[in-house]
């Protein structure tokens, strides 16, 4: 069994910074891509960030320059460097992973179960 765990979201002020981490656990062969989303209340999830295994990195447009992803292929593990909030930051943040639990079988897409961001003064 897969297991995505958020960690790291809380209340900030507006300009300050959070860090969120993400670790994957359970019966994993190997790991693809990862990635951050974020959803507010009545909207869609939306795509903040991505990272594919062989390092190449995609931010949303409206995150570009205040946030940065990165992760740690080793540990299975990816961050979300978030600065400079905003009060529009203010969602619940989830981390998202291909995985393949076994050599041969199909990719699977897990998600976490989110992690709370609240940009406020």
């Known amino acids: 069994q897969v297991q995505l765990v958020e960690s790291g979201g809380g209340l900030v002020q507006p300009g300050g910074s959070l860090r969120l981490s993400c670790a994957a656990s359970g019966s994993i062969f190997s790991v693809g891509a990862m990635a951050w989303y974020r959803q507010t209340p009545g909207k869609q999830r939306e795509l903040v960030a991505d990272s594919t295994s062989g390092g190449r990195l995609n931010l949303a447009e409206s995150v570009k320059g205040r946030f940065t992803i990165s992760r740690d292929n080793a540990k299975k593990l990816v961050y979300l460097q978030m600065n400079s909030l905003k009060p529009e930051d203010t969602a619940v943040y989830f981390c998202?992973?291909?995985?393949?639990?076994?050599?041969?079988?199909?990719?699977?897409?897990?998600w976490g179960r989110g992690t709370q961001v609240t940009v406020s003064s």
């Open positions: 998202n992973a291909e995985i393949w639990t076994r050599y041969g079988g199909p990719r699977e897409t897990h």
